[in-house]
């Protein structure tokens, strides 16, 4: 156990509609990074939060957006869904300090969304 | 970042030591290696790091040869529920973040 928690373990929706992950990182850690892990694509890095702040974007579509919140826990909303947005999207937490340094990722379980 | 290339698959016999190779010829000084496994769908989870120096933990070993070119990931005695795809990943920091970039990994089956 990573100490990482994602909600919903599983999410099945249909083309068209929206829907919210939900992180929350382990205690204590200021970094929050959103990865999505597809069939053909392996694991691809979306975003990084650090104490509310975003810090890093990679590949991530404009209808998929991301935050994090005072709390620190950190939700990405994906929107005008597509097939090929099925994936397992993985969150991961790190101390993070003032983002000079690289510091270890723990991984979530995951959420695993499928789009009908 | 350093790009790394590792074997696309690797065999290992039940109770022996599983060798994992890493090649990372353009690391650059201040660059670590990160080793990360996944066990069929689950999250990725943190193995071991280092910069230089050998390291050792409750799970594995990593050895960095001198010229930082490659490394290995020793698990000693090897059991089936280590069977999973290992990432090796070498990142320093910059100022595009602290974000992971993964590869393919390779996947490691452990046979009874």
């Known amino acids: 156990d990573s100490g990482v928690t994602q909600t919903p373990k599983h999410l099945i929706t249909a083309t068209g509609q929206r829907v919210t992950l939900r992180c929350s990182p382990r205690s204590g850690d200021l970094s929050v990074y959103w990865y999505q892990q597809s069939l053909d694509q392996g694991l691809q890095f979306l975003i990084h939060y650090y104490n509310g702040e975003e810090r890093a974007k990679g590949n991530i579509l404009e209808r998929f957006s991301a935050q994090q919140f005072p709390d620190l826990h950190s939700e990405l909303n994906l929107s005008s869904l597509e097939l090929g947005d099925s994936a397992l999207y993985f969150c991961?937490?790190?101390?993070?300090?003032?983002?000079?340094?690289?510091?270890?990722?723990?991984f979530g379980p995951g959420t695993r969304l499928t789009v009908l | 970042d350093a790009k790394t290339t590792q074997p696309p698959s690797m065999d290992c016999a039940e109770g022996r030591a599983a060798n994992l190779p890493c090649n990372h010829s353009t690391i650059s000084g201040n660059e670590y290696v990160y080793w990360y496994r996944q066990i069929h769908s689950q999250g990725p989870q943190y193995i071991i790091h280092g910069l230089k120096n050998n390291e050792t933990n409750e799970m594995a070993s990593l050895i960095i040869t001198e010229d930082r070119k490659s490394s290995t990931l020793i698990l000693p005695h090897a059991t089936l529920r280590d069977t999973a795809v290992y990432y090796c990943?070498?990142?320093?920091?910059?100022?595009?973040?602290?974000?992971?970039?993964f590869g393919t990994g390779t996947s490691l089956t452990v046979i009874p």
């Open positions: 990943i070498v990142r320093g920091h910059d100022n595009t973040g602290n974000q992971f970039y």
């Open positions: 991961a937490s790190s101390v993070g300090t003032s983002g000079r340094y690289v510091d270890t990722q723990y």
